[in-house]
């Protein structure tokens, strides 16, 4: 395979370079080390005290892309997958939270959502969470993804446990909110009948 980048390095810093010589990214120390899948850098900066190890970044060196880096990611773990996508476990957010992807390194862009969890399943499938949090509503749906960052599975209701196609979840959501709405009225009702102690 040929290689699309090349590294530059001096007593100072570390950088890459695109075939034409157009510097890519911002520079690093000097040791850093790089590589290099499809379309996509990886930059190790584990050594540099940061809260991520990895910086990992989609270079298309097209005229026709107006912005050549694609997408930006720091990582705490990345995982090469056998079609040449990568698994991403992204820095904590602000909230504490780590979350997933799936990254397509030829496009340079995510193939997958960001989910809350993924982990490795013994059917060579990744185990995702998906957290519904708006409205004031928060509730779990769980379903398989395979590396193409595709859905490969029913999806489970964590708070109904109900199994459906992935294509219902925006109807599976809204009815799960009557369903707490429901539950909230009814047990709102029965505290308002409450017998006064005598």
């Keep these: 395979m040929i290689d699309k980048f090349k ?5 100072v810093c570390s950088y890459v370079e695109s075939l034409n010589g ?13 590589d290099f899948v499809g379309n996509t850098i990886i930059a190790d900066v584990s050594k540099t005290n940061k809260d991520y190890n990895y910086e990992v970044f989609s270079f298309i060196d097209d005229e026709k892309v107006p912005n ?7 990582c705490i773990e990345i995982e090469k997958l056998k079609n040449g996508n990568l698994r991403l476990r992204l820095m904590q957010d602000i ?6 992807l799936i990254l397509d390194t030829v496009k340079g862009k995510p193939c997958s959502k960001i989910y809350d969890g993924m982990c490795r399943v013994d059917d060579g499938s990744f185990l995702v969470t998906y957290n519904f949090n708006r409205r004031g509503y928060n509730f779990d749906y769980y379903f398989k993804i395979n590396e193409d960052g595709e859905v490969a599975s029913l999806v489970v209701n964590s ?7 992935y ?8 009815e799960t909110i009557k369903l707490i709405n429901a539950k909230a009225n009814n047990t709102f009702l029965s505290a ?7």
């Design 22 to 34: 157009e510097r890519i990214g911002k520079m690093y120390p000097a040791s850093t080390e790089f």
């Design 159 to 165: 708070y109904t446990e109900r199994k459906f196609p």
């Design 192 to 198: 308002h009948n409450l017998p006064l102690k005598k």
């Design 95 to 100: 909230d504490k939270k780590e979350r997933s």
């Design 7 to 11: 590294v530059k390095r001096n007593l």
């Design 167 to 174: 294509e219902e979840l925006v109807y599976d959501e809204n």
């Design 68 to 74: 050549k880096i694609r997408s930006s990611f720091k």
